[in-house]
């Protein structure tokens, strides 16, 4: 016996929820209190089902859906299920369970353990006590939805055999060219695997995807057909798969770049008009110009007809966000004192994408402002010119230092991991070291740099990946013309433990190093240094390395290590426990003869829509009379790393 089915109709059956209207349809008002309930489903004596299919028919129920909603009476309640029944049935036969069936009683738990099995006390629905969907309820997680009330909703579930599928077939309507269709068991339509509903309109959706990547704007399911076979308990699914003609871009039109130079819009559409239809290019079109930061929404229309020549209209319409930005934030980091820092910033400032960014930031210790020009999609798409200036003084334990300077250089955009940039400087630095005469530096430069972040969040990580690469040689143009080459390596990484509550456990190594020149050829503030708020906590600022009377002297090697729990305590705090080690060193590469300082603490962190506001405390775990202090903290934005 053969039965042929819609199988959208099966997702739509178990999967339309709507809002019950139980207590108007029986006419009775909704009582003060309602009944507390909770829904379980269990299998019939002698059967089983698998914990997905339990959880896909807990989602189905719509009584499952409610319980926050207290039906009046006993009577509600059953109404409530049998309405559930048909839907539940329909959730198996999308399981694959052709044959199921599905009952319910009620439970009731008191003080003389009496029990509702579906009794006289009120009138059942029409037809059986119920059907349900479910799955073996052995007191586990999946088969109760809440637990607690008194009063138990339980679906007894016959499933039956699970059918498989049988022949699965794919008939193309027009000419695919040198196209291939994806063969349907990469789509996961397998022979005498469960006759799932939901794995057929999967590969309806992947079939079409893959068409309308190829050229075929118009690719569309034209047909299926699902036939049931109960003798053999299997299902034969045919597809038919539409193509429609060949399809060709057509000239995108613009909607909302008013002050926006459109050539420069243009240029992030990853398309020519004549160039075949390719989905997956409007979607990347969306994204880079959301990478632009010019826009707040991005919507990508393409047209339901192809006009004489066989193009598609593409309508791109945006909403500009505001081109202007100034900001402020304030931090303590002990050893170094208050901080403040300003920042004004114009996103398309000569009207095509600009980026230009001015920053004032200002401590007891350092003053330093800097400007910034980006020109984005120079030469090509993905690369930037970029020009930066600064003017900065610097008083600390191991200098005191005035310096000005200017870069320019390229960075490119490989993916939305990868970034990479390359340039020139040039810095003039008056500096002088603690008992030693002024020095004047004159230092050019050709930094480059290496970005890799596959992190989940740029403010606020829980997974993944960073690796940050710096190198520049270095030329002295004035006294003694010293060279040297400057290379770092930064990695973090974060292990996410639970996810609810929310535990991290988060990474971060660095080292560095200076090869090509003796220590004291090094002007001192090119140096390396450990110690403070973003190196090792719980020492002092510059002060975990190579000390000379008690002031640093920075090193030609670094090497530090953090490691922090962090764990989401309330909703929008996270309670953090962490231990810092690192150390400057006067050699080339580091070296352990020479003990890291270590510091360890505890601080906490308050989520917020611009990154979490962190304070941390720490102590020295070994502390050095004289050098440390009892403890040092730390308030900013953002987290330690």
């Known amino acids: 016996m053969t039965v042929a089915f819609v199988l959208s109709g099966l997702l739509s059956?178990?999967?339309?929820?709507?809002?019950?209207?139980?207590?108007?349809?029986?006419?009775?008002?909704?009582?003060?209190?309602?009944?507390?309930?909770?829904?379980?489903?269990?299998?019939?004596?002698?059967?089983?089902?698998?914990?997905?299919?339990?959880?896909?028919?807990?989602?189905?129920?719509?009584?499952?859906?409610?319980?926050?909603?207290?039906?009046?009476?006993?009577?509600?309640?059953?109404?409530?299920?049998?309405?559930?029944?048909?839907?539940?049935?329909?959730?198996?036969?999308?399981?694959?369970?052709?044959?199921?069936?599905?009952?319910?009683?009620?439970?009731?738990?008191?003080?003389?353990?009496?029990?509702?099995?579906?009794?006289?006390?009120?009138?059942?629905?029409?037809?059986?006590?119920?059907?349900?969907?479910?799955?073996?309820?052995?007191?586990?997680?999946?088969?109760?939805l809440v637990s607690g009330p008194a009063t138990t909703l339980v679906y007894e579930v016959s499933p039956g055999p699970r059918f498989v599928f049988g022949k699965r077939s794919l008939d193309i309507d027009g000419d695919p060219g040198?196209?291939?269709?994806?063969?349907?068991?990469?789509l996961d339509l397998k022979g005498k695997e469960p006759a799932i509903a939901q794995k057929v309109l999967d590969a309806e959706s992947e079939l079409v995807r893959s068409a309308r990547q190829?050229?075929?704007?118009?690719?569309?399911?034209?047909?299926?057909?699902?036939?049931?076979?109960?003798?053999?308990?299997?299902?034969?699914?045919?597809?038919?798969?539409?193509?429609?003609?060949?399809?060709?871009?057509?000239?995108?039109?613009?909607?909302?770049?008013?002050?926006?130079?459109?050539?420069?819009?243009?240029?992030?559409?990853?398309?020519?008009?004549?160039?075949?239809?390719?989905s997956r290019k409007l979607e990347r079109a969306r994204e880079r110009l959301i990478d632009t930061n010019l826009f707040s929404t991005v919507k990508i229309t393409s047209g339901e007809t192809a006009d004489s020549d066989g193009?598609?209209?593409?309508?791109?319409?945006?909403?500009?966000?505001?081109?202007?930005?100034?900001?402020?934030?304030?931090?303590?980091?002990?050893?170094?004192?208050?901080n403040a820092r300003l920042f004004w910033e114009h996103r398309n400032i000569l009207g095509a994408g600009e980026l230009f960014n001015i920053e004032a930031y200002g401590s007891p210790n350092t003053q330093q402002v800097e400007g910034r020009i980006k020109k984005p999609d120079f030469i090509m798409v993905d690369l930037s010119l970029i020009g930066e200036a600064s003017l900065s003084s610097e008083d600390t334990d191991a200098y005191d230092s005035q310096s000005i300077g200017a870069a320019i250089g390229l960075?490119?955009?490989?993916?939305?991991?990868?970034?990479?940039?390359?340039?020139?400087?040039?810095?003039?630095?008056?500096?002088?070291?603690?008992?030693?005469?002024?020095?004047?530096?004159?230092?050019?430069?050709?930094?480059?740099?290496?970005?890799?972040?596959?992190?989940?969040?740029?403010?606020?990580?829980?997974?993944?990946?960073?690796?940050?690469?710096?190198?520049?040689?270095?030329?002295?143009?004035?006294?003694?013309?010293?060279?040297?080459?400057?290379?770092?390596?930064?990695?973090?990484?974060?292990?996410?433990?639970?996810?609810?509550?929310r535990l991290i456990f988060a990474l971060r190594g660095s080292v560095g190093s200076i090869f090509g020149a003796e220590r004291e050829e090094i002007a001192p503030d090119e140096r390396f240094y450990a110690g403070g708020g973003g190196s090792v906590r719980g020492i002092p600022y510059q002060l975990a390395g190579d000390l000379r009377d008690g002031e640093p002297s920075g090193g030609r090697s670094v090497l530090e290590g953090s490691?922090?729990?962090?764990?989401?305590?309330?909703?929008?705090?996270?309670?953090?426990?962490?231990?810092?080690?690192?150390?400057?060193?006067?050699?080339?590469?580091?070296?352990?003869?020479h003990n890291l300082q270590v510091g360890a603490g505890v601080g906490f962190r308050y989520i917020t829509p611009v990154g979490p506001f962190r304070f941390d405390i720490a102590v020295p775990v070994d502390r050095r009379?004289?050098?440390d202090d009892a403890f040092q903290f730390y308030i900013s934005i953002g987290q330690a790393f």
């Open 411 to 501: 960075e490119k955009v490989f993916n939305k991991h990868v970034t990479g940039s390359l340039g020139v400087a040039y810095r003039y630095a008056t500096i002088k070291e603690d008992g030693k005469d002024e020095d004047t530096y004159g230092l050019f430069s050709i930094p480059g740099t290496l970005a890799l972040d596959y992190s989940d969040n740029l403010l606020d990580p829980s997974e993944g990946w960073r690796l940050d690469l710096s190198s520049a040689p270095f030329w002295d143009t004035l006294g003694a013309g010293t060279t040297f080459l400057k290379s770092r390596a930064v990695h973090t990484r974060y292990f996410p433990i639970y996810n609810q509550p």
């Open 625 to 627: 009379k004289g050098i």
């Open 13 to 144: 059956g178990c999967l339309g929820f709507g809002s019950s209207q139980d207590d108007i349809e029986d006419g009775l008002p909704p009582a003060p209190k309602g009944i507390p309930y909770q829904v379980q489903v269990e299998p019939a004596e002698g059967s089983s089902l698998e914990d997905d299919v339990t959880s896909y028919l807990l989602a189905a129920s719509q009584a499952a859906q409610q319980t926050d909603l207290e039906p009046s009476s006993l009577f509600v309640l059953r109404r409530r299920a049998g309405n559930d029944l048909q839907r539940l049935e329909t959730a198996l036969r999308a399981q694959g369970y052709y044959e199921g069936s599905v009952k319910f009683r009620i439970d009731e738990r008191d003080e003389s353990d009496d029990g509702d099995e579906g009794g006289d006390d009120a009138p059942e629905p029409a037809g059986d006590e119920g059907n349900e969907a479910g799955e073996a309820s052995s007191g586990d997680d999946l088969s109760t």
């Open 214 to 278: 190829n050229g075929f704007a118009f690719a569309k399911i034209a047909d299926r057909k699902a036939t049931v076979d109960f003798d053999t308990r299997t299902m034969d699914v045919a597809l038919i798969l539409e193509l429609g003609s060949t399809a060709y871009f057509a000239e995108p039109r613009f909607q909302g770049i008013d002050g926006i130079d459109e050539s420069f819009v243009r240029g992030r559409v990853p398309f020519e008009a004549g160039e075949p239809f390719d």
């Open 311 to 338: 193009r598609v209209p593409v309508a791109i319409e945006v909403t500009q966000r505001r081109h202007r930005t100034i900001g402020a934030g304030v931090g303590y980091l002990s050893g170094e004192g208050p």
């Open 178 to 186: 040198s196209w291939k269709p994806p063969h349907l068991g990469k």
């Open 563 to 593: 490691a922090e729990i962090r764990w989401r305590a309330f909703e929008s705090v996270d309670l953090v426990t962490f231990t810092d080690a690192g150390s400057a060193f006067e050699e080339v590469v580091p070296t352990l003869e």
